[in-house]
């Protein structure tokens, strides 16, 4: 049986989660108003990954006798200065994700809630995969500075990746 405690920081990590794909989703339409449609696949592809991370949640609370409550999310930002600033708020907010990650797994601990430890993992080592992915994007970007047939070529390339895996390219 879940505790109360890690109940309602799960919950607020399901609604952490569902915002992730949210604002993915945004880049991803913002990419795609910019004709970019590689970036956007990319993001289209990261805010899948972002609800099934929420859905893992949601099943882990259920399958552990608690209770799901959802609350309302955030409105993410539409617009930004440019395709790096875009990519380092992916790499920024990753960064958040993985604290909060981690702020779970020492409820866990405190908890000496066994299954939590063991669920949590999975995230751990995820949340190193998405923050690796991202900084290659965000250097990728600085070292094309946003040339024209550069973009393009890595657009070409981010418009490759398949749907199974978080690599970058």
């Known amino acids: 049986m879940i505790g ?16 992730s794909s949210y604002l993915y989703l945004s880049m991803a339409a913002y990419f795609e108003d910019k004709n ?6 990319w993001m289209r592809l990261q805010a899948d990954e ?14 552990s006798g608690g209770r ?9 930002a539409t ?25 779970l797994y020492e409820l866990a601990l ?3 809630d066994y299954a939590a ?3 949590l993992q999975w995230f751990i080592s995820e949340q190193v995969e998405e923050e690796k992915n991202a900084a290659e994007l965000v250097a990728k970007l600085k070292l094309i500075e946003e040339r024209g047939t550069a973009v393009l070529m890595l657009d070409h390339r981010l418009e490759k990746r398949g749907g199974g895996g978080a690599e970058a390219e």
């Open 4 to 19: 109360k405690g890690m109940q309602a920081a799960m919950n607020e990590q399901i609604n952490k989660e569902l915002f």
């Open 117 to 119: 430890q063991v669920m």
């Open 79 to 103: 617009e930004w200065k440019s395709n790096l600033e875009v990519v380092e708020e992916v790499a920024a907010h990753e960064a958040k994700v993985t604290a909060s990650i981690h702020a």
């Open 68 to 76: 799901v409550l959802l609350k309302a999310i955030d409105g993410p």
């Open 50 to 63: 972002e609800r099934e991370h929420a859905m893992k949640f949601y099943d882990f609370i259920l399958n």
């Open 110 to 112: 405190k908890e000496k």
């Open 36 to 41: 970019l449609m590689g970036f956007a696949h």
